[in-house]
């Protein structure tokens, strides 16, 4: 089965190289015409007023963790 479907993949692929070709013969003959540019829009801008800045958050110490022991529970005995 893959040889079946190698075999048919290589015929699409030739019959479309075929037609590819014959119409690149084809458009050779007329002269190619270059694309008309796009016209640019205008860009608009908003500009905003800024906006009065925030009054700074008071400073407080960064709290120290805390440390907690563990204890053992279990006695070897």
Known sequence: MSAAAT???YLYASGRLRGR???EGEQAHEPQQKPKPAKRRELKVAVYEPQPAAPAPLE???AAPRIEYR???WKPE
């Open 60 to 62: 407080r110490p960064k």
């Open 71 to 73: 204890t053992r529970r």
């Open 7 to 9: 075999a048919a993949g």
């Open 21 to 23: 070709n014959a119409r």
